[in-house]
């Protein structure tokens, strides 16, 4: 079974940076795309970024697009998430997931971590 656990989240000001992780509990890590989604309240979950199995391919939402970075970290099992310059418009749960291929949909990813609270003020 594949675990994620996610950390990192926080209240931040707008302009402001945070940078979350997501710890993948798997002896396979190097199998996986891995992807970050967020929820904001009364909004679908929608795709923020995700890289493929090496690191090599990173894809992003318009949205995020030269303010996040995705990186993975194969030493330590883990994936991450660079926030910068920050806009109350990011508030949301964000979410890290893990799946055989880099795709931008939900139904692609096959586990799923519970989520970290990200709060921009304005």
């Known amino acids: 079974q594949v675990q994620l656990v996610e950390s990192g989240g926080g209240l931040v000001q707008a302009g402001g940076s945070l940078r979350l992780s997501c710890e993948v509990s798997?002896?396979?890590?190097?199998?996986?795309?891995l992807g970050w989604f967020r929820q904001a309240p009364g909004k679908e979950r929608e795709f923020v970024a995700a890289?493929?199995?090496?690191?090599?391919?990173?894809n992003y939402a318009d949205s995020v697009k030269g303010r996040f970075t995705i990186s993975r970290d194969t030493a330590k099992n883990t994936v991450y998430l660079q926030m910068n310059s920050l806009k109350p418009e990011d508030t949301a749960v964000y979410c890290c997931?893990?799946?055989?291929?880099?795709?931008?949909?939900?139904?692609?990813?096959?586990?799923w971590g519970q989520g970290t609270q990200v709060t921009v003020s304005s």
């Open positions: 798997t002896r396979t890590f190097n199998n996986f795309a």
């Open positions: 890289v493929n199995y090496n690191g090599g391919i990173t």
């Open positions: 997931a893990a799946g055989p291929f880099l795709r931008r949909r939900t139904v692609d990813y096959d586990y």
